[in-house]
């Protein structure tokens, strides 16, 4: 197992990979290039054998920009972790997979995002702090 897995992160990246869904073709580049091996196959709800699109497990991304570079059909996009929720929310993605994983996806990204509220207040805190001394 990998050093930390199954713990809560501590510090966020700036910025998170969000796939827009209906731009993906599944064409596995950026599963190719995923240091951290983040990103993963969604398969068709009707023909699993035929690829719909790739989603990344937020909780695992490290922010490296590798996938969104080396995406051939332009479907991911760096998101402030700030705003990671809206991002997700408005994804896309087939019709049957977006209905049955919504929640579940939204309310990573939402903690995730609260997570990075919470880093931004601190880290504005203590510079306010250091301005002061």
Same mark, same amino acid.
């Given at each position: 197992?990998?050093?930390?897995?199954?713990?809560?992160?501590?510090?966020?990246?700036?910025?998170?990979?969000?796939?827009?869904?209906?731009? !993906?073709? =599944? &064409? @596995?580049? %950026?599963?190719?290039? /995923? #240091?951290? *091996?983040? $990103?993963?196959? +969604?398969?068709?709800?009707?023909?699993?054998?035929?690829?719909?699109?790739?989603?990344?497990?937020?909780?695992? !991304?490290? =922010? &490296? @920009?590798? %996938?969104?570079?080396? /995406? #051939?059909? *332009?479907? $991911?996009?760096? +998101?402030?972790?700030?705003?990671?929720?809206?991002?997700?929310?408005?994804?896309?993605?087939?019709?049957?997979?977006?209905?049955?994983?919504?929640?579940?996806?939204?309310?990573?990204?939402?903690?995730?995002?609260?997570?990075?509220?919470?880093?931004?207040?601190?880290?504005?805190?203590?510079?306010?702090?250091?301005?002061?001394?």
């Amino acid at each position: 197992m990998a050093k930390g897995a199954g713990k809560a992160r501590k510090k966020l990246p700036k910025q998170l990979a969000v796939v827009r869904a209906d731009n !993906c073709t =599944g &064409c @596995e580049a %950026c599963i190719e290039v /995923c #240091p951290v *091996d983040c $990103i993963y196959k +969604v398969p068709g709800e009707d023909l699993p054998s035929l690829q719909s699109f790739v989603d990344i497990d937020l909780e695992r !991304c490290i =922010g &490296c @920009e590798l %996938c969104e570079r080396w /995406c #051939p059909w *332009d479907a $991911i996009d760096m +998101v402030d972790s700030v705003a990671i929720a809206d991002a997700v929310a408005d994804k896309g993605g087939p019709p049957e997979f977006v209905a049955k994983n919504h929640e579940r996806l939204v309310a990573v990204a939402k903690s995730l995002q609260d997570l990075a509220l919470e880093q931004k207040a601190a880290a504005e805190a203590a510079a306010a702090a250091k301005k002061k001394t």
